[in-house]
């Protein structure tokens, strides 16, 4: 038996056999760039994310990307919960974009886990609540709130300092726009004096302005 279930603090809600059956799996480590599944493939099985990050994109049928969701340590994937449960394939694909560790459970297991192990069952769904919580505000967003709110609450989001490691078209995937989009309201963000575009990556030179707007609106 694998010692992972017990040093994953989410686990903790799960019964002893339960843990030890998982303790069964193997964790596998995933580098950074690796695709984990792309639209149209069967769902094998559940990830528990120990490490890393993994991200889930939609396409449209213009190109344009959709970042749906991140999977970061104690998350779930909602595409696979809904294929494990109802059948259907992926209709997105998933990239690791931090080296990440994982353990797989495979279809048969998860199933009879769901059947047979109430606190799995729990901490599936709970998971799978939370993670539809997010969808649906992700929707409103897109739905409903200006671009450049949306952009200027993904820089300070994923600001390390004063610093946003992140291209226009990385930046449109998280905001569901287009890079073109992202790139004129950054010319005004830079305009104002906001924010400084470098190759790859944007500076924050105005983070109080930013999240004035963030906040109210207010340009």
């Known amino acids: ?16 056999d339960t843990r030890a059956e998982l303790g069964r799996l193997t964790p596998q480590t995933l580098r950074r760039g690796t695709v984990l599944f792309r639209p149209g493939d069967k769902v094998a099985g559940f990830a528990l994310m120990l490490s890393g ?24 994937c909602v595409q696979s919960t809904l294929g494990l449960l109802g059948g259907g394939d992926y209709s997105s694909e998933a990239i690791v974009a931090a080296d990440c560790t994982l353990v797989m459970v495979p279809r048969g297991p998860f199933l009879a886990l769901m059947d047979k192990a109430p606190g799995f069952r729990r901490l599936v769904f709970a ?49 569901g726009s287009a890079r073109e989009v992202v790139s004129r309201r950054l010319d005004v963000f830079a305009r104002a004096g906001w924010v400084r575009t470098e190759r790859g990556a944007v500076l924050l030179t105005n983070r109080a302005a930013l999240e004035r707007l963030a906040l109210t609106g207010t340009l």
Do not use: H, K
């Not at 992972?4 to 989410?10: C, F, G, H, I």
């Not at 889930?56 to 959709?66: C, M, S």
């Open 1 to 16: 038996m694998n010692d992972w279930p017990l040093d994953t603090p989410a686990l903790a809600v799960l019964e002893p």
């Open 53 to 76: 990050r993994i991200e889930v994109f939609l396409t449209g049928a213009n190109g344009r990307e959709l970042l749906l969701y991140a999977i970061e340590p104690g998350q779930s």
């Open 127 to 175: 998971a799978f609540a939370e993670r539809m919580g997010d969808m649906i505000q992700l929707m409103e967003r897109v739905a409903f709130q200006r671009v450049e709110i949306r952009l200027a609450e993904a820089l300070l989001a994923r600001a390390s300092g004063d610093r946003v490691r992140a291209t226009q078209a990385e930046l449109a995937a998280q905001i």
